[in-house]
């Protein structure tokens, strides 16, 4: 028996539905040669794969009618607000799947471009940029939603990675200059800029969840990072994830501190991170809210791994680290629920890790802090109690794998795409990245659900936007 509230992330959610599947039938036949040879014939079923690329050139013709009145003659037009956005020259469906492929699967834009431009229709990177960023409007309302709802959340899990953009790079080299980002650094900066300056995305997004976090000392963090944050509204559904990218000032404690700004005083005081222990990464006090860290086993395992399997000290350390794992597999295929986490984990997980605690209490009286060997030894020890705090919580993870997996395309985007140009870009890539990959946690082909949103009035969606979210998508098939 499983409990959905043991449920541990799925790593389905780095896949988003963006290829529509046809089924068709084809019939080989025997020749006219092979027919006249043979006495009773039959159909042998069988499966082939095609995979085709095509652009395909709508003619629309808008009936138009000519209205008269007593100011005179007018023309109306029939409306094609359900076949693309007005003044574009693309579907609802194009911008899906342009979101798909350059938000999910990081395809750059000028590469897009060039594959889809034919003698009857060309395409550059930059217009392609602009109806990305035109979807991303369109969803700012439900990511906004999404972070406040991700404050009622009582397990926060998450992760950084640098980010470099080229707009950030050349501001910062510009010493005592103007900065950019200062109409939004802070939420009241941003959202005097919203009354100013009218809408924009990273003003909107500022006005949330701010953009530039300040250190101890008072002076404001120099490092621009993009951090994950994951959390489920309903413990007991794990279709309530929500993942959520913010590219910003900061690390993931930041994000995390500001998110919490918006949680209910109805819900529990307690809240649990799970992070990889970094100082920067600890969360700001917030008042009547408790906070509990639990740490990654990955980390702690991986400073054994990087002085290799050879070395005796190394060798044992990995073993146990091993024995861990494999009693997590068993509780995936057994059936995760609390009786049998908490059983497999209080006894057989628990006696590894005291025998890793041993072992590395003999490691370091052996080796100092500088060795591999002393720093390995001496991070379990410090950390013990926080890396092992999932041994009495049967819904936390042992690793915080799945967080780091959600920023390894970041790397593959930075390097391929225009998204490195500038701020108003990378923004646009949050929220896409979280829209996509909150309808699949939620259980949405993410194809079918942009197909739904993106025609819909954006008044509608920006006065109710709960209305619209992933999980509601499920409701009105």
Not at 1 to 20: H, I, K
Not at 300 to 314: C, F, L, P, Q, S
Not at 424 to 446: H, K, M, P, Y
Request: aromatic content about 10%.
């Amino acid at each position: 028996r499983s409990d959905l509230e043991c449920a541990l992330p799925d790593e389905a959610l780095l896949q988003a539905g963006c290829v529509e599947v046809i089924s068709e039938e084809v019939v080989c036949d025997l020749s006219e040669e092979d027919k006249a040879k043979v006495g009773r014939s039959f159909y042998d079923e069988r499966t082939r794969v095609d995979f085709n690329i095509e652009v395909v050139l709508q003619k629309i013709f808008v009936e138009k009618g000519e209205v008269t009145s007593e100011q005179g003659k007018t023309l109306i037009s029939a409306s094609t607000a359900l076949i693309g956005p007005p003044k574009k020259s693309v579907t609802w469906n194009f911008l899906t799947n342009l979101a798909i492929l350059c938000g999910q699967y990081s395809m750059p834009f000028n590469r897009f471009a060039t594959m889809l431009t034919t003698d009857a229709q060309s395409f550059s990177s930059s217009q392609l940029a602009s109806h990305f960023s035109y979807v991303a409007e369109r969803m700012c309302p439900i990511y906004l939603t999404l972070a406040r709802q991700l404050a009622s959340s009582d397990i926060f899990a998450g992760d950084d990675t640098s980010t470099r953009t080229v707009e950030v790079s050349r501001a910062l080299e510009g010493e005592g200059e103007q900065k950019p980002w200062d109409n939004y650094s802070s939420l009241d900066r941003a959202a005097k800029s919203l009354t100013r300056d009218g809408f924009s995305l990273a003003a909107s997004i500022g006005a949330i969840l701010g953009f530039v976090s300040n250190k101890k000392d008072g002076n404001q963090k120099h490092s621009f990072n993009t951090s994950v944050v994951s959390g489920r509204t309903n413990p007991y559904e794990p279709r309530s994830s929500i993942v959520l990218f913010r590219s910003h000032f900061g690390s993931f404690g930041d994000l995390v501190s500001q998110i919490l700004g918006y949680r209910s005083s109805e819900q529990s005081n307690a809240v649990t991170v799970l992070s990889d222990l970094a100082s920067v990464n600890k969360v700001s006090k917030i008042e009547g809210i408790s906070i509990i860290y639990a740490g990654c086993t990955s980390h702690a395992r991986r400073r054994w791994a990087k002085i290799g399997d050879d070395d005796v000290y190394a060798d044992s350390m990995l073993q146990q680290f091993f024995n861990l794992y494999h009693c997590e597999k068993m509780l995936d295929v057994a059936g995760r629920n609390t009786d049998n986490v908490l059983a497999v984990r209080q006894k057989a997980e628990k006696r590894y890790w005291e025998a890793l605690k041993e072992d590395c209490e003999m490691v370091a009286k052996k080796w100092s802090k500088q060795t591999l060997h002393g720093d390995a030894a001496r991070y379990i020890l410090k950390n013990f109690d926080v890396i092992t705090r999932y041994l009495d919580d049967p819904r936390l993870p042992m690793t915080n794998d799945f967080s780091e997996r959600m920023l390894r395309p970041e790397k593959l985007i930075q390097a391929n795409s225009m998204f490195r140009q500038s701020l108003e870009g990378r923004f646009a890539l949050d929220i896409v990245r979280t829209i996509l990959q909150t309808s699949i946690a939620a259980g949405v082909n993410a194809q079918e659900y942009l197909n739904w949103l993106l025609p819909t009035d954006p008044k509608l969606v920006l006065a109710n936007p709960e209305n619209y979210m992933p999980r509601k998508f499920l409701d009105k098939k």
